[in-house]
């Protein structure tokens, strides 16, 4: 059983930084794709970003670019979602997906694509 688990969630001010980890347990992933979507109250869930392990290629939501930045980790199943000038909108509850395997870019933002998904940390931007 693969088991999503994000972390790092939490409050800021409008303006500052947050860091987010996911990391996934009790999976045969050789290769692996993560992304982060968000789903703030009384919205729908929205892509945020994806990263893909064989080359590092990313995709951000055009809300998040220049702000945001993903990463992974080469050795483990890891991904890091940094949130610079984060601002209210930014509020939401974060979630993690994975998959195993490098999906095309095309795809990466695309929710379907990932077969687990983690429990989600809240972010709270506000002063």
């Known amino acids: 059983q693969v088991q999503v688990l994000e972390s790092g969630g939490g409050w800021v001010q409008p303006g500052g930084s947050l860091s987010l980890s996911c990391t996934a347990s009790g999976h045969t992933f050789g290769a692996y794709s993560m992304a982060w979507f968000r789903q703030a109250p009384g919205k729908e869930r929205e892509f945020v970003a994806a990263v893909r392990s064989g080359d590092g290629a990313t995709r951000y939501a055009d809300s998040v670019k220049g702000r945001f930045t993903v990463s992974r980790d080469r050795a483990k199943i890891l991904s890091q979602l940094r949130m610079n000038s984060l601002n209210p909108d930014d509020t939401a509850m974060y979630y993690c997906?994975?998959?195993?395997?490098?999906?095309?870019?095309?795809?990466?933002?695309?929710?379907?694509?990932?077969?687990?998904w983690g429990q989600g940390t809240q972010v709270t931007v506000s002063s």
């Open positions: 997906a994975a998959r195993g395997g490098n999906l095309i870019t095309g795809s990466l933002h695309q929710a379907e694509q990932y077969d687990y």
